[in-house]
C-alpha cells in the first residue's frame, strides 16, 4: 500500500548528502570561561588560607601569653615578688623546680616582654607581626577592657 515507486527510490538515492566532518574539542570561548571560572576559584582559596594562617599565629601567642602570664603568677606565689626578667621563670627555685621548663618566642620569632611592677598591674607583652613595641598589633596577656 504504501509502496515507493522505483523512480522514487532512486531519486532519493542520487541526492548527495552532505555530512560535515565531526569536530571534538572546546572553543576557545569555553575555554576562556573555565580559565576564569578557575581564577576566580583559585582568589577565593587563596584569601581563605592566608587569613587563616594569621589567626593562626595570633591564637598561638595567646595562648602562649596566657601560660607565661600563670608561670608570672607562680613565681610570685614561691617568691613573694615578680620575675626581674622573664628568663628568671626558666631559673630553679630553692626547691628545685621552674615555672617553665623552657622561654619560648611568640609566632613571629620575637621575645616576649614583661611590664608592671606589681602582682596585679604586670602583664606580658607580644610585639605581634611587626615586632614593634606600643603599636597596634601589639598582644597582651591583660583582658581588654571594653
Not at 577565593?44 to 602570664?69: C, F
Not at 615578688?81 to 630553679?92: G, V
Request: aromatic share 4%.
Amino acid at each position: 500500500m504504501n509502496e515507493q515507486h522505483p523512480a522514487d527510490r532512486t531519486r532519493l538515492q542520487a541526492r548527495p548528502t552532505q555530512v560535515r566532518p565531526v569536530q571534538a574539542g572546546f572553543t576557545l570561548v569555553e575555554i576562556m570561561v573555565v580559565i576564569v571560572i578557575l581564577g576566580l576559584l583559585a582568589t577565593m582559596v587563596a584569601q581563605n588560607v592566608i587569613g587563616a594562617s594569621d589567626t593562626a599565629r595570633i591564637g598561638t601567642t595567646q595562648a602562649s601569653l596566657k601560660s607565661i602570664h600563670e608561670a608570672v603568677s607562680l613565681y610570685y606565689l614561691n617568691n613573694g615578688k615578680l620575675p626581674s626578667s622573664l628568663e628568671d621563670l626558666t631559673n630553679n627555685d630553692a626547691k628545685g623546680g621552674a615555672a617553665l621548663t623552657e622561654l619560648g618566642k611568640d609566632a613571629w620569632d620575637h621575645d616576649f616582654i614583661l611590664r608592671g611592677e606589681t602582682r596585679n598591674d604586670f602583664e606580658i607583652i607580644s610585639c605581634g607581626p611587626d615586632g614593634s613595641e606600643n603599636t597596634e598589633d601589639d598582644l597582651s596577656s591583660r583582658k581588654k577592657k571594653e
